[in-house]
């Protein structure tokens, strides 16, 4: 006589115990393997100094709510950036730690270095240095 219900168990008690080995031979086999991935050439985001971006973003965070959001990425020339940058600089130097606006000066520099960079990538920027400069050799390297 068939007994459907003893035969699908059985089955079932088959399938599961054969998957079973299978499963168990893969979970071996990895934790046995050795974890790979090819990084070779790609950036370390994680070698820049984290608190360091924090202040930068500080930076980039007044300015969104002084101009809005990406008001770096509007045409503009990259000697304001290079001049802002050179004012912060200078009053680093001059033993002012912190711009009015309660960040630090350094943080001002590399934010200003950022936005130029973004635009020379990007072309979304006004190259107004003095061209006076362009054929000499120093600018060859």
């Not at 979970?27 to 971006?53: C, H, W, Y």
């Not at 711009?99 to 107004?128: F, Q, R, Y």
Request: hydrophobic share 35%.
């Amino acid at each position: 006589m068939i007994n459907l219900k003893n035969d699908m168990k059985n089955i079932y008690n088959d399938w599961y115990k054969l998957n079973m080995k299978d499963i168990n031979a893969m979970r071996e086999e990895f934790a046995n393997s050795k974890f790979v991935k090819d990084d070779q050439g790609k950036e370390k985001f994680t070698m820049i100094p984290q608190l360091a971006i924090k202040e930068v973003a500080k930076v980039f965070t007044h300015g969104a709510d002084k101009y809005g959001d990406f008001n770096y990425s509007k045409q503009g020339d990259v000697l304001r950036y290079i001049d802002a940058l050179h004012r912060h600089t200078n009053q680093y130097l001059s033993g002012e730690n912190m711009d009015e606006s309660g960040v630090h000066h350094l943080a001002c520099v590399a934010a200003n270095a950022l936005m130029a960079l973004d635009g020379i990538l990007n072309k979304t920027i006004t190259d107004n240095r003095n061209k006076t400069y362009e054929s000499t050799s120093i600018h060859r390297r």
